[in-house]
Every structure is written in C-alpha cells, then in structure tokens.
C-alpha cells in the first residue's frame, strides 16, 4: 500500500469501529529478569522456558492508545496487533506481528488497556530478540508507534 491508501484504511477503520487507533509516539522501559523469561505457569497451564515479553506501562497504553483484545472483542491491526520493526536486523525480510495484550484490572478503567507486547502466536519471539541483542536487566526497551499499525523496537 502507498502512503494515501494507508491514510484512507487509517480513518476508515477509525469510522467503522468507533473508536480509535495507535496515537504516534514512543516509551521505554526497564528490562526485567521477568521479562527475558516470562514463561512461568500461570492460567493452568505448564511452564513453558523461553518466553518474553516487553511491559506496556498502563499510562503508555492510555496515552498511545494501545487496546487489548476485549477493547473490540477481536484481534484487529493499529488495536492491538502491530506489525513490527527491528532496525536492528533481527528478523529482517520477515513479516512479524506484535500482539498487545492483558489488562491492568479486570472490568477497571484500565482494562481495555494492553500491559504486555509480545510475538503474536509466538511468546518466544521477544526473548529471542533480547538474545539476539545480548539484552539484559541493565538495558531498556524503545517502543516507538511509527504508524497506526507499526512498532518500532530497539534496545537502548
């Protein structure tokens, strides 16, 4: 898609759904030992080792507008799946989508607000990445909304 088409998807989605998109803009936060391995057992299920995932702070989410799940009931682009960007090189010539999800509260005001980010069908995606870049508890994540349905990451 060029850029005038991307406009025209961008504020028609905003119409139909009515409500709104990804706002542009950026956060960082702090990695954490939770973070380069997210795969403890929770919801019933086993641990599963090698999981990550990158904390949405919850005024972040509200501020960029990033949306869980439950915001349209469905998984829905510039909501809450993102394409991603590494300027890094990792993944690069693939196509991957980011998933924001969880909430800070069950029926609160925060809970149409994502909390985590992390590789859409994939959990493993993001310790990957904190591998590829030998990430630890010393370094920070960029996340930077570029456009209503692209994430731009870097360690910083």
Known sequence: ????????LYFSRIIEEGGTMAELGYFEVDIKNIHLDWGIPRNGRLQEY??????????EARRLKIYNHS???KDEYGINLFYAEF??????????????SGNSGKNGP???YAKNLHGERNLKLINEWFKFRNANTNNKVKVSVISYNTLRLEII
Do not use: C
């Open 1 to 8: 898609l060029n850029r005038s088409s991307d406009l025209i």
């Open 50 to 59: 090698g999981e990550g995932y990158i904390k949405i702070p919850s005024e």
């Open 71 to 73: 915001f349209l009931g």
């Open 87 to 100: 300027p890094d090189g990792f993944k690069k010539g693939e196509k991957i989508t980011l998933k924001a």
């Open 110 to 112: 925060n809970s149409q």
